[in-house]
């Protein structure tokens, strides 16, 4: 029996924290500081240099952007933060998905010039969406047109969050110089000099005490409903001292009631030693949110798992990663019991045992093996050969299943081919390592044409595919055009569409009827099928096979041939011989129905609606909102953004491809965008004829 090591650190002394924001907002320059006052490395990397420890990768270090999600591990004050720096791009936000759903914590950067922003609202909903406790760290306070309390503004307003100030600014602009803590009642002051890493404790300056006062008094407004005890002797007059102030704001933190907020530049190495602290004083141990919740496969009924080392082992795989040194890499959170290399672990989504060769504790692109894993550790698997992302791994006498994750459908594809023999003889295997990594990232070939399509959610998750294939496998592809990914739909309701399939073949008779009904569904829901039909009327398999044949049949539809989406097929009648009715005739009939009824339906398409924000300078503002209009944009807002204007809307996808650089060319390259996915609209009847 391999023995299983003691557990380094307890339990309560581990935080599972992402880092996570917009684009730009300084989440890899936070990590990296994070990373440097903690003593897990020696030097720091700057992201406009291409050296950040956590943007690894060529394409990020060429970029300036964070593309995959990385995890490393740092220890402050005698605590282990385990960190995962996400990106902020649109394009990744399936690695930010993935991060969340198996963090404890995170830490929302903001940038004090942009506030709150697009990617910040999306990221802020997965977060909520997990239930994940959050602290802000507003940065830039250093730079030009920077205002703290328009950002805490925007994070109430925007986000829906109740924002509790902890920290305030000492000077803004050039004049950032320290922060003022409200718990503690201390200013704190960094140097120049020293990059940072003296922290000076002075008293409060006397122009910020009025201010200390009323952050004070909002802050045990905002708290106090969680210490009864604490409530009276605040109403007494009574002193709070900082640690039962701090015990008490922990508390609302963990039930998600209040959001702290910080401040500093990470860039200027200010305000990051307090950032630590408050992760710890704050954000929850992995004891502490709560028991796992997962099914019971063979049973179907909840299961709720401690976390603890003396729980069955349980965890939750949630990305997959090719390593070129260990091979197939599976980052997984264990939320309950403990295991050692070596030993075996069963995935019952695929039935299957999987051999643990080794456990690895990761600090971006490198490695070190530990013996053992524990409740609440994130570590790094080798060894997985069947298992990937969303799959349990457990104990196979004591099954459990937690929830997986969902990830948005591609919205771009492009076609792409090898240009020689031996690139076409790579290509498969290389296209299926970026599948196993990437859930938003898929492969398929068009009958019609004989074309491989890739398909994704923009131009830069494209682009950055196929750079990999050339520079990561050496697989060198011709690329096509870029293409958008439409869906269908139907606008009329069709009822009793029937269909019968009575014939003779291989010896014996083959049955099958049925009747369908189609009904539009609001935009959003999809494909749902219903049956109305008892067992008497349709046996059980049956049905199974007309649901099957017509979820096969939807994924492509009349018009054009993208799959049909936001409809109900009804089955509504039909009926059954039991010495002739077979599987293969209702999937048959059910086919030939849906076809049928499809045609009567009035379908349409609908294309990918994008939510944009355009930041520019005052004097390109006009030619720029020309520009945009001509696209199909329609403009929904406009603010000023310090020396900038920001124009949002929304716009087609289809109308975007190459706007980076028309965007630079009229702006003489001082304008930027964002952009991400709103919804699925019905293209204008002038747009559909060209289609």
């Known amino acids: 029996?391999?023995?299983?090591?003691?557990?380094?650190?307890?339990?309560?002394?581990?935080?599972?924290?992402?880092?996570?924001?917009?684009?730009?907002?300084?989440?890899?320059?936070?990590?990296?500081?994070?990373?440097?006052?903690?003593?897990?490395?020696?030097?720091?990397?700057?992201?406009?240099?291409?050296?950040?420890?956590?943007?690894?990768?060529?394409?990020?270090?060429?970029?300036?952007?964070?593309?995959?999600?990385?995890?490393?591990?740092?220890?402050?004050?005698?605590?282990?933060?385990?960190?995962?720096?996400?990106?902020?791009?649109?394009?990744?936000?399936?690695?930010?998905?993935?991060?969340?759903?198996?963090?404890?914590?995170?830490?929302?950067?903001?940038?004090?010039?942009?506030?709150?922003?697009?990617?910040?609202?999306?990221?802020?909903?997965?977060?909520?969406?997990?239930?994940?406790?959050c602290i802000c760290f507003i940065n830039k306070i250093d730079r030009l047109g920077g205002d703290f309390y328009k950002s805490v503004g925007e994070i109430k307003n925007k986000l829906g969050a109740k924002p509790v100030i902890l920290q305030l600014p000492i000077g803004q602009e050039s004049d950032f110089k320290g922060v003022v803590d409200i718990v503690l009642e201390k200013a704190y002051i960094w140097h120049e000099d020293d990059l940072g890493a003296e922290t000076f404790i002075i008293d409060i300056p006397e122009e910020f005490s009025d201010s200390v006062a009323k952050a004070r008094e909002e802050l045990f407004e905002m708290v106090l409903d969680y210490d009864e005890e604490l409530m009276n002797d605040y109403l007494e007059g009574a002193l709070i001292d900082s640690g039962r102030l701090k015990n008490v704001i922990r508390i609302a933190v963990l039930k998600n009631a209040v959001t702290p907020v910080f401040c500093g530049s990470a860039l200027k190495n200010k305000g990051i030693q307090p950032l630590l602290d408050a992760i710890i004083d704050y954000l929850p141990d992995p004891s502490q949110v709560g028991a796992a919740i997962g099914i019971n496969p063979k049973k179907e009924?909840?299961?709720?798992?401690?976390?603890?080392?003396?729980?069955?082992?349980?965890?939750?795989?949630?990305?997959?990663?090719?390593?070129?040194?260990?091979?197939?890499?599976?980052?997984?959170?264990?939320?309950?019991?403990?295991?050692?290399?070596?030993?075996?672990?069963?995935?019952?989504?695929?039935?299957?045992?999987?051999?643990?060769?080794?456990?690895?504790?990761?600090?971006?692109?490198?490695?070190?093996?530990?013996?053992?894993?524990?409740?609440?550790?994130?570590?790094?698997?080798?060894?997985?050969?069947?298992?990937?992302?969303?799959?349990?791994?457990?104990?196979?006498?004591?099954?459990?299943?937690?929830?997986?994750?969902?990830?948005?459908?591609?919205?771009?594809?492009?076609?792409?081919?090898?240009?020689?023999?031996?690139?076409?003889?790579?290509?498969?295997?290389?296209?299926?390592?970026?599948?196993?990594?990437?859930?938003?990232?898929?492969?398929?070939?068009?009958?019609?044409?004989?074309?491989?399509?890739?398909?994704?959610?923009?131009?830069?998750?494209?682009?950055?595919?196929?750079?990999?294939?050339?520079?990561?496998?050496?697989?060198?592809?011709?690329?096509?055009?870029?293409?958008?990914?439409?869906?269908?739909?139907?606008?009329?309701?069709?009822?009793?569409?029937?269909?019968?399939?009575?014939?003779?073949?291989?010896?014996?008779?083959?049955?099958?009827?049925?009747?369908?009904?189609?009904?539009?569904?609001?935009?959003?829901?999809?494909?749902?099928?219903?049956?109305?039909?008892?067992?008497?009327?349709?046996?059980?398999?049956?049905?199974?096979?007309?649901?099957s044949a017509v979820r096969d049949a939807s994924s492509a539809g009349i018009i054009a041939g993208y799959p049909i989406f936001d409809m109900k097929v009804v089955l509504s009648g039909g009926s059954m011989r039991r010495e002739d009715s077979c599987e293969a005739a209702y999937k048959i009939t059910a086919a030939q129905a849906f076809f049928e009824a499809l045609k009567k339906a009035e379908p349409t398409l609908l294309e990918p609606i994008m939510q944009i924000e355009i930041l520019v300078p005052d004097e390109y503002l006009g030619e720029i909102m020309n520009d945009f209009n001509s696209r199909r944009g329609k403009i929904e807002n406009m603010h000023i953004r310090g020396d900038l204007k920001e124009i949002v809307g929304k716009v087609p996808l289809s109308n975007m491809f190459g706007y980076s650089t028309e965007l630079r060319n009229r702006s003489q390259g001082r304008g930027t965008f964002s952009m991400q996915f709103d919804s699925f609209e019905r293209v204008p009847e002038t747009v559909f004829e060209k289609l």
């Not at 603890?308 to 309950?336: C, H, N």
């Not at 492969?443 to 398909?455: D, F, H, L, M, P």
Request: net charge negative; with cysteine; proline share 4%.
């Open 301 to 547: 009924e909840k299961i709720f798992r401690q976390v603890s080392d003396d729980e069955p082992f349980s965890a939750l795989v949630f990305k997959i990663q090719s390593d070129p040194f260990v091979g197939r890499l599976a980052y997984t959170r264990v939320y309950s019991g403990s295991l050692s290399a070596g030993t075996v672990a069963f995935n019952p989504r695929k039935r299957k045992r999987e051999r643990i060769g080794k456990i690895l504790t990761m600090h971006a692109n490198s490695r070190t093996e530990t013996n053992s894993l524990h409740a609440g550790d994130i570590v790094a698997l080798v060894g997985l050969k069947e298992t990937q992302t969303g799959d349990t791994l457990c104990r196979e006498d004591k099954q459990i299943v937690y929830e997986g994750m969902q990830f948005p459908e591609p919205v771009m594809h492009i076609s792409i081919e090898p240009r020689t023999k031996g690139d076409a003889d790579k290509l498969e295997s290389v296209l299926d390592r970026l599948t196993d990594e990437d859930p938003t990232f898929r492969v398929r070939n068009e009958e019609e044409s004989g074309q491989k399509i890739i398909s994704g959610m923009g131009e830069l998750h494209l682009d950055i595919i196929v750079d990999r294939m050339k520079r990561d496998y050496k697989v060198d592809v011709r690329v096509g055009k870029p293409q958008v990914s439409y869906r269908e739909t139907i606008t009329k309701r069709v009822d009793r569409t029937e269909s019968v399939c009575d014939r003779q073949f291989g010896g014996g008779s083959q049955y099958g009827h049925v009747v369908l009904d189609l009904i539009p569904l609001e935009k959003g829901h999809g494909l749902v099928f219903e049956n109305k039909l008892s067992e008497n009327q349709l046996l059980p398999e049956f049905v199974s096979a007309v649901e």
């Open 1 to 133: 029996m391999i023995k299983i090591e003691k557990r380094e650190m307890p339990i309560e002394r581990i935080r599972n924290i992402g880092i996570m924001a917009h684009i730009d907002a300084g989440k890899t320059t936070t990590t990296e500081r994070i990373l440097f006052y903690s003593g897990r490395i020696h030097k720091m990397g700057e992201v406009h240099e291409g050296t950040a420890t956590m943007d690894y990768m060529q394409q990020e270090q060429e970029r300036g952007i964070t593309i995959v999600s990385a995890a490393t591990t740092c220890e402050w004050k005698n605590n282990r933060i385990n960190i995962i720096d996400t990106p902020g791009h649109v394009d990744f936000t399936v690695e930010v998905e993935r991060s969340l759903r198996v963090l404890d914590g995170a830490v929302a950067i903001f940038c004090s010039v942009g506030g709150v922003q697009p990617q910040t609202e999306t990221v802020w909903r997965q977060a909520r969406k997990y239930n994940v406790p």
